[in-house]
Protein backbone atom coordinates (compact mmCIF):
# COMPACT_ATOMS: atom_id res chain seq x y z
CA UNK A 1 0.00 0.00 0.00
CA UNK A 2 1.23 3.67 -1.12
CA UNK A 3 1.52 6.07 1.90
CA UNK A 4 -0.77 8.45 -0.22
CA UNK A 5 -3.52 5.42 -0.19
CA UNK A 6 -2.82 4.96 3.46
CA UNK A 7 -4.06 8.16 4.40
CA UNK A 8 -6.69 8.11 1.68
CA UNK A 9 -7.03 11.16 0.39
CA UNK A 10 -7.15 12.36 -2.77
CA UNK A 11 -10.31 12.33 -5.47
CA UNK A 12 -11.80 8.94 -6.20
CA UNK A 13 -11.09 7.49 -9.98
CA UNK A 14 -14.06 7.62 -11.35
CA UNK A 15 -13.97 3.97 -13.50
CA UNK A 16 -11.71 1.98 -10.99
CA UNK A 17 -13.35 3.69 -8.16
CA UNK A 18 -9.65 3.69 -6.76
CA UNK A 19 -8.37 6.32 -4.50
CA UNK A 20 -5.70 8.74 -6.04
CA UNK A 21 -3.72 10.83 -4.14
CA UNK A 22 -2.82 14.46 -4.89
CA UNK A 23 0.85 15.36 -6.54
CA UNK A 24 3.29 15.11 -3.60
CA UNK A 25 4.87 18.36 -3.34
CA UNK A 26 8.15 19.24 -1.62
CA UNK A 27 7.54 20.74 2.18
CA UNK A 28 7.84 24.32 1.74
CA UNK A 29 10.66 25.96 3.53
CA UNK A 30 11.25 29.28 4.91
CA UNK A 31 13.66 31.30 2.46
CA UNK A 32 17.20 32.42 3.31
CA UNK A 33 19.58 34.36 2.22
CA UNK A 34 21.04 31.24 1.14
CA UNK A 35 17.91 30.40 -0.63
CA UNK A 36 18.52 33.20 -2.76
CA UNK A 37 22.21 32.38 -3.55
CA UNK A 38 21.16 29.37 -4.82
CA UNK A 39 18.37 30.52 -6.97
CA UNK A 40 20.71 32.73 -8.77
CA UNK A 41 23.13 30.51 -9.51
CA UNK A 42 20.83 28.06 -10.72
CA UNK A 43 19.61 31.41 -12.95
CA UNK A 44 16.25 30.78 -11.17
CA UNK A 45 14.38 34.90 -11.39
CA UNK A 46 13.62 35.61 -7.36
CA UNK A 47 10.17 36.99 -6.96
CA UNK A 48 9.72 39.95 -4.28
CA UNK A 49 7.50 41.88 -3.54
CA UNK A 50 6.87 45.01 -0.62
CA UNK A 51 4.15 44.35 1.99
CA UNK A 52 3.06 46.32 5.04
CA UNK A 53 0.55 44.91 7.05
CA UNK A 54 -0.97 41.18 8.34
CA UNK A 55 -3.26 40.75 5.42
CA UNK A 56 -1.10 41.84 2.52
CA UNK A 57 1.60 39.69 4.08
CA UNK A 58 -0.98 36.52 4.45
CA UNK A 59 -1.62 36.66 0.38
CA UNK A 60 2.33 37.49 -0.47
CA UNK A 61 2.92 33.95 1.95
CA UNK A 62 -0.22 31.86 0.19
CA UNK A 63 1.13 32.97 -3.53
CA UNK A 64 4.60 31.94 -2.46
CA UNK A 65 6.94 34.10 -3.40
CA UNK A 66 10.30 34.37 -2.23
CA UNK A 67 11.15 37.66 -0.42
CA UNK A 68 8.55 40.51 1.32
CA UNK A 69 10.43 43.94 1.75
CA UNK A 70 8.61 45.72 4.26
CA UNK A 71 9.50 48.96 2.27
CA UNK A 72 9.47 52.50 3.42
CA UNK A 73 7.35 53.24 0.52
CA UNK A 74 5.11 52.32 2.91
CA UNK A 75 4.72 56.48 3.85
CA UNK A 76 3.60 56.87 0.62
CA UNK A 77 0.81 54.07 -0.10
CA UNK A 78 0.07 53.72 3.24
CA UNK A 79 0.88 56.81 5.03
CA UNK A 80 -0.56 59.61 2.57
CA UNK A 81 2.88 61.10 2.66
CA UNK A 82 4.09 62.73 -0.39
CA UNK A 83 7.80 61.10 -0.20
CA UNK A 84 9.23 58.56 2.07
CA UNK A 85 11.06 61.08 4.13
CA UNK A 86 8.69 61.42 7.11
CA UNK A 87 8.63 57.43 7.86
CA UNK A 88 10.15 56.58 11.10
CA UNK A 89 11.73 53.59 12.54
CA UNK A 90 8.81 53.78 14.88
CA UNK A 91 6.44 53.49 12.12
CA UNK A 92 8.80 50.41 10.41
CA UNK A 93 9.05 48.70 13.27
CA UNK A 94 5.28 48.59 14.22
CA UNK A 95 4.87 47.24 10.01
CA UNK A 96 7.44 45.05 9.97
CA UNK A 97 5.80 43.42 13.39
CA UNK A 98 2.15 43.04 11.68
CA UNK A 99 3.95 41.38 8.46
CA UNK A 100 6.05 38.88 10.42
CA UNK A 101 2.78 37.38 12.11
CA UNK A 102 1.09 36.81 8.63
CA UNK A 103 4.01 35.59 6.64
CA UNK A 104 5.98 32.20 7.81
CA UNK A 105 8.05 31.42 4.96
CA UNK A 106 9.31 34.58 2.71
CA UNK A 107 12.28 35.87 3.72
CA UNK A 108 11.61 39.37 5.76
CA UNK A 109 13.24 42.49 4.83
CA UNK A 110 12.75 45.62 6.87
CA UNK A 111 14.14 49.29 5.05
CA UNK A 112 16.25 51.37 6.79
CA UNK A 113 14.01 55.04 7.06
CA UNK A 114 15.63 58.24 6.00
CA UNK A 115 18.29 58.96 8.99
CA UNK A 116 18.22 56.00 10.59
CA UNK A 117 21.63 54.99 9.30
CA UNK A 118 23.11 57.75 7.51
CA UNK A 119 23.96 59.85 10.33
CA UNK A 120 26.10 57.43 12.36
CA UNK A 121 27.86 53.84 12.36
CA UNK A 122 26.73 52.62 15.53
CA UNK A 123 23.11 53.95 15.16
CA UNK A 124 22.49 52.33 11.50
CA UNK A 125 24.06 49.00 13.50
CA UNK A 126 21.60 49.62 16.06
CA UNK A 127 18.82 50.25 14.34
CA UNK A 128 19.04 47.61 11.61
CA UNK A 129 19.40 45.16 15.22
CA UNK A 130 16.25 46.59 16.08
CA UNK A 131 14.64 44.63 12.87
CA UNK A 132 15.68 41.40 13.86
CA UNK A 133 15.17 41.80 17.35
CA UNK A 134 11.78 43.47 17.91
CA UNK A 135 10.24 42.41 14.77
CA UNK A 136 11.13 39.18 13.65
CA UNK A 137 12.71 40.24 9.89
CA UNK A 138 15.86 38.31 8.53
CA UNK A 139 17.24 41.12 6.51
CA UNK A 140 17.38 44.74 6.03
CA UNK A 141 17.51 47.57 3.18
CA UNK A 142 19.82 50.89 2.53
CA UNK A 143 19.96 52.84 0.04
CA UNK A 144 22.72 54.30 -1.49
CA UNK A 145 26.10 53.31 -3.41
CA UNK A 146 30.06 53.61 -2.50
CA UNK A 147 29.48 56.10 0.00
CA UNK A 148 26.69 54.36 1.93
CA UNK A 149 29.07 50.94 1.58
CA UNK A 150 31.03 51.38 4.80
CA UNK A 151 27.85 51.23 6.86
CA UNK A 152 26.44 48.58 4.96
CA UNK A 153 30.10 46.11 5.57
CA UNK A 154 29.47 47.25 10.04
CA UNK A 155 25.98 46.32 9.68
CA UNK A 156 26.64 42.96 8.05
CA UNK A 157 29.54 42.38 10.61
CA UNK A 158 26.95 42.57 13.20
CA UNK A 159 25.60 39.76 11.62
CA UNK A 160 23.03 41.21 9.83
CA UNK A 161 22.16 40.48 6.18
CA UNK A 162 22.19 43.77 4.14
CA UNK A 163 20.43 44.54 0.54
CA UNK A 164 21.67 47.43 -1.11
CA UNK A 165 19.81 49.86 -3.35
CA UNK A 166 21.08 52.31 -5.89
CA UNK A 167 19.76 54.20 -9.14
CA UNK A 168 16.68 56.41 -8.33
CA UNK A 169 16.70 55.85 -4.56
CA UNK A 170 13.81 57.52 -3.01
CA UNK A 171 15.58 58.67 -0.16
CA UNK A 172 17.40 60.77 -1.74
CA UNK A 173 14.70 62.48 -4.12
CA UNK A 174 15.81 66.03 -2.89
CA UNK A 175 19.30 66.00 -3.78
CA UNK A 176 17.86 64.07 -7.33
CA UNK A 177 15.36 66.99 -8.16
CA UNK A 178 12.07 64.39 -7.93
CA UNK A 179 11.68 60.94 -9.48
CA UNK A 180 13.98 60.61 -12.59
CA UNK A 181 15.77 57.41 -13.89
CA UNK A 182 19.15 57.23 -13.49
CA UNK A 183 22.18 56.06 -15.22
CA UNK A 184 21.24 57.09 -18.18
CA UNK A 185 24.83 58.87 -19.50
CA UNK A 186 27.88 56.20 -19.71
CA UNK A 187 29.39 58.50 -16.73
CA UNK A 188 26.47 58.14 -14.29
CA UNK A 189 26.02 53.52 -15.68
CA UNK A 190 29.86 53.38 -14.65
CA UNK A 191 29.12 55.31 -11.59
CA UNK A 192 26.14 52.76 -10.55
CA UNK A 193 28.50 49.71 -11.12
CA UNK A 194 30.88 50.98 -9.17
CA UNK A 195 28.17 51.30 -6.00
CA UNK A 196 27.14 47.93 -6.94
CA UNK A 197 30.48 46.99 -6.92
CA UNK A 198 31.27 48.51 -3.15
CA UNK A 199 27.76 46.73 -1.71
CA UNK A 200 29.15 43.58 -3.12
CA UNK A 201 32.56 44.21 -1.43
CA UNK A 202 30.54 44.95 1.76
CA UNK A 203 28.52 42.04 1.44
CA UNK A 204 25.69 42.48 0.81
CA UNK A 205 23.59 39.89 -0.64
CA UNK A 206 21.90 41.22 -3.02
CA UNK A 207 21.46 44.73 -4.60
CA UNK A 208 18.40 46.77 -5.79
CA UNK A 209 18.26 48.51 -9.36
CA UNK A 210 15.82 51.04 -9.29
CA UNK A 211 14.30 53.02 -12.90
CA UNK A 212 17.73 52.80 -14.57
CA UNK A 213 17.69 51.91 -18.24
CA UNK A 214 17.67 48.31 -19.16
CA UNK A 215 20.96 48.14 -20.62
CA UNK A 216 22.60 49.45 -17.77
CA UNK A 217 21.22 46.98 -15.11
CA UNK A 218 21.78 43.88 -17.64
CA UNK A 219 25.74 45.17 -17.23
CA UNK A 220 25.91 45.86 -14.18
CA UNK A 221 23.71 42.49 -13.18
CA UNK A 222 27.10 40.48 -15.66
CA UNK A 223 29.57 42.25 -13.52
CA UNK A 224 28.15 40.96 -10.20
CA UNK A 225 28.80 37.79 -8.20
CA UNK A 226 25.25 38.59 -6.36
CA UNK A 227 21.39 38.67 -7.06
CA UNK A 228 20.07 42.45 -8.32
CA UNK A 229 16.54 42.97 -8.03
CA UNK A 230 15.05 45.25 -10.36
CA UNK A 231 11.87 47.67 -10.40
CA UNK A 232 12.02 49.43 -13.41
CA UNK A 233 15.44 47.98 -14.60
CA UNK A 234 14.27 45.70 -17.38
CA UNK A 235 14.06 41.57 -17.66
CA UNK A 236 18.44 41.22 -17.11
CA UNK A 237 18.27 41.46 -13.51
CA UNK A 238 18.50 38.17 -11.10
CA UNK A 239 14.99 39.22 -9.76
CA UNK A 240 11.55 41.84 -9.87
CA UNK A 241 10.13 43.90 -7.04
CA UNK A 242 7.19 45.64 -7.41
CA UNK A 243 4.76 47.81 -4.47
CA UNK A 244 2.22 45.65 -3.46
CA UNK A 245 -0.15 48.81 -3.71
CA UNK A 246 0.91 49.49 -7.40
CA UNK A 247 0.57 45.91 -8.61
CA UNK A 248 -2.52 45.63 -7.00
CA UNK A 249 -4.26 49.08 -8.46
CA UNK A 250 -5.27 49.73 -4.74
CA UNK A 251 -3.37 53.27 -4.57
CA UNK A 252 -4.53 55.02 -7.34
CA UNK A 253 -3.22 58.25 -7.33
CA UNK A 254 0.19 57.92 -8.91
CA UNK A 255 1.48 54.94 -11.33
CA UNK A 256 5.21 54.92 -12.27
CA UNK A 257 5.59 53.94 -15.38
CA UNK A 258 6.92 50.63 -15.22
CA UNK A 259 4.74 49.28 -12.69
CA UNK A 260 2.22 46.78 -14.12
CA UNK A 261 -0.95 46.37 -12.94
CA UNK A 262 -2.22 42.61 -11.99
CA UNK A 263 -5.88 43.60 -10.79
CA UNK A 264 -7.62 47.04 -10.05
CA UNK A 265 -8.81 46.86 -6.74
CA UNK A 266 -9.37 50.48 -5.87
CA UNK A 267 -12.37 50.82 -7.94
CA UNK A 268 -13.70 47.97 -6.93
CA UNK A 269 -13.19 49.09 -3.51
CA UNK A 270 -14.94 52.38 -3.41
CA UNK A 271 -17.75 50.40 -5.76
CA UNK A 272 -18.26 48.14 -2.74
CA UNK A 273 -18.29 50.76 -0.06
CA UNK A 274 -21.00 52.77 -2.56
CA UNK A 275 -23.04 49.89 -2.37
CA UNK A 276 -23.15 49.28 1.48
CA UNK A 277 -23.47 52.80 1.82
CA UNK A 278 -26.96 52.36 -0.50
CA UNK A 279 -27.64 49.27 1.70
CA UNK A 280 -27.88 50.73 4.62
CA UNK A 281 -29.36 54.11 3.29
CA UNK A 282 -32.14 51.74 1.95
CA UNK A 283 -32.41 48.88 4.53
CA UNK A 284 -31.11 46.94 2.20
CA UNK A 285 -28.48 45.62 5.06
CA UNK A 286 -28.62 44.14 7.42
CA UNK A 287 -30.90 41.36 6.18
CA UNK A 288 -32.28 38.62 8.66
CA UNK A 289 -29.59 36.16 6.65
CA UNK A 290 -26.88 38.75 8.79
CA UNK A 291 -29.11 39.10 12.03
CA UNK A 292 -29.50 36.63 15.01
CA UNK A 293 -32.79 35.64 16.65
CA UNK A 294 -33.61 35.03 19.82
CA UNK A 295 -34.90 32.34 21.51
CA UNK A 296 -38.67 32.85 21.20
CA UNK A 297 -39.78 31.91 25.11
CA UNK A 298 -37.13 34.60 26.28
CA UNK A 299 -38.27 36.76 23.74
CA UNK A 300 -41.71 36.15 24.71
CA UNK A 301 -40.36 36.75 28.40
CA UNK A 302 -39.34 40.21 27.12
CA UNK A 303 -42.89 41.69 26.77
CA UNK A 304 -42.01 44.96 26.78
CA UNK A 305 -38.85 44.30 24.45
CA UNK A 306 -42.01 43.09 21.73
CA UNK A 307 -44.20 45.54 22.61
CA UNK A 308 -42.31 47.99 21.08
CA UNK A 309 -40.74 46.31 18.71
CA UNK A 310 -42.38 47.68 15.77
CA UNK A 311 -41.84 51.31 17.06
CA UNK A 312 -40.45 53.66 14.36
CA UNK A 313 -36.40 53.65 14.99
CA UNK A 314 -36.18 57.63 15.46
O1 LIG B 1 10.42 51.10 -0.22
C1 LIG B 1 10.27 50.32 -1.17
O2 LIG B 1 9.18 49.79 -1.40
C2 LIG B 1 11.42 50.03 -2.01
C3 LIG B 1 11.20 49.21 -3.23
C4 LIG B 1 10.49 49.99 -4.26
C5 LIG B 1 12.46 48.63 -3.75
O3 LIG B 1 12.48 50.47 -1.72
Redesign the pocket.
Known amino acids: MSSSSKRGFGPSDGDAGVPTAPPESAPRRKVTVQTLAEKYHRGQPITVV?AYDYPSAVAVEEAGLDVI?V???LGMVVLGYDS?LPVTMTDMLHHAQAVRRGAEHPLLIG?LPFLSYQADQAEAVRNAGRFLAEAGMDAV?LEGGTEIAPTAAAIVGAGIPVMG?IGLT?QHVRRMGGYKVQGKTAGEARALLAGARALAEAGCFSV?L?SIPAEVASWITAELSIPTIG?GAGAGTSGQ?L?FHDLLGYFDRFTPKFVKRYAHLHPTIVGALRDYKTDVETGGFPGAEHSVAMDPEERRQLGAFSRREHAPRH
Open positions: TLGDSTDKHPVEIVV
